[in-house]
């Protein structure tokens, strides 16, 4: 693993590192953000997984999150959104391929060789982080519109790694989706029964949560046709998961929104990664 | 109006009151809590309407909110929930007839005589109200179970007159439940079509609310099959109502579950009335 940044902020330190990815055959970049607590001993950790388009740095320089962190005394992992590199596969749009995960591990090609995205965070950079970064055996896992996405689905199919969830303006219902089906397609097949693992409306009628959820929505974000979160907040109430969810008015899909309620986020991981 | 009783509460007024109403037909009796600033002048007032089988009494003494609205300075109107007395239709079942309102005006016999909730709390009890209590023109709705349905569709009916709203297990879609076919189509006959304006998942997508929206479901809830709250989730998401809506964990149908959250949702009425 290679140092490429750490900068002290908040008084814990902003990383930026490199490693060469077996499972995505190519090398990745993350972020970590340590605060002041970890120099005395493991702080708890919250995965904060990006939206289409995004690497680990938009959500590290624009969310705000790392006040809060250091606050609260809990460590932040970003992760990329793919593989990188000239050998990687890409395809034009901006929702397929490079930027765009989806955190799923491909099946088809061109993509299988190195879109391996749900191996590569629960295990991979997963023991990584264990190995390199002072981080107790508490995990929490959040993520923005994909990475919400990402993160509802992630934490369902292995409920083992992480002990809190919630989302940003999730891709709620992605087999339902423009923002998923297109996706779901091209990295898995067309066989939709592969598909329902990644759906997070779908997931919660069968495999389900095991604790709560706090999912916050803006009321004027341009994406909501695409996002469906009606599809989830329905699953959540109609499986009676505990859970809270808010469509906040005025908000859009940008880190305008994140930054405003990072703060409840964190202090949700927070609650629960204590207990 | 007579006074039943006036007792000193949280160094306030918890009164109960009875008058002739000529709406109902009958005697109707009513609490109001009035703070300790209602001596100062007129103060905000929130309506808060019960369940199956109450009258003005089960939350007056059981949910626990003059507390909070002494601290907030808000007044608290319990109407009953049906007509009462010898003369006025009843049925055997706990959930038609007295005691079970339903918070409409009914067209068909026994019923339509007495039967006529809607008006008596939005018409003839609001003057009585205004008239005889030191209350602002700021008036908030709330209510538990068929009082969360009548405060949801009364405010969606009568939007000039309440600027804030909440609900606790509200009867969410009683056009599609057992706690709903049966009212309705009693109350106001088998044409379909007039109960839609007395559904709060219907209501939202026909007449919208206004402003925002505050839900609690108990996730332990024995009534929940009949509640639906997942078709209000999904309502207020699909129609991008501003809300905070949360599937809380363990909490059953009773007051306890009431009382839990009673503060939060004083708050959430405090802040918008005093806006």
């Given amino acids: ?6 900068t002290r902020c908040f008084d814990g330190v902003q990383g930026v590192y490199m490693h060469a990815s077996s499972v995505c055959a190519c090398d990745m970049t993350f972020a970590v953000y340590l605060p ?36 609260l005394g809990l460590a932040i992992v970003f992760p990329d959104t793919s593989p990188r590199g000239d050998k990687v596969a890409d395809d034009e749009a901006y929702d397929l391929g490079k930027g765009a995960g989806f955190y799923v591990d491909a099946r088809e090609a061109p993509w299988a ?14 023991t990584l982080v264990e190995a390199e970064f002072p981080v107790a055996d508490r995990h929490g896992i959040t993520g923005h519109s994909m990475g919400g996405h990402g993160a509802l689905t992630l934490a369902m199919n292995h409920p083992d790694l992480f002990q809190s969830l ?17 996706q779901l397609a091209a990295y898995l097949g067309t066989n939709e029964s592969l598909w329902a693992d990644h759906d997070a409306t779908a997931l919660l009628k069968t495999k389900g949560w095991k604790g709560d959820i706090l999912v916050d929505q803006g009321a004027s974000d ?20 505990p859970s809270v969810i808010r469509m906040q008015e005025g908000y859009d899909h940008s880190y305008y929104f994140v930054s405003s309620f990072g703060a409840d986020h964190m202090a949700w991981h927070a609650e629960r990664l204590f207990a």
Same sequence: chains 1, 2.
């Fill in 1 to 6: 693993m290679d140092i490429i940044s750490e």
């Fill in 36 to 71: 002041p607590e970890a120099k005395d001993g493991p702080v708890p950790c919250l995965w904060y997984l990006s939206g289409l388009t995004c690497t680990h740095e938009n959500a590290m320089t624009k969310a705000g999150l790392q006040a809060h962190a250091a606050e």
């Fill in 113 to 126: 060789a190195h879109f391996k995205m749900e191996s590569y965070i629960v295990r991979e950079l997963r």
């Fill in 166 to 182: 919630s989302a940003f303006a999730p891709i709620s219902n992605p087999t339902r989706s423009e923002w998923g089906r297109k």
């Fill in 222 to 241: 341009k994406f909501l046709d695409l996002l469906n979160p009606e599809a989830l907040a329905s699953a959540l109430f109609e499986t009676r998961t």
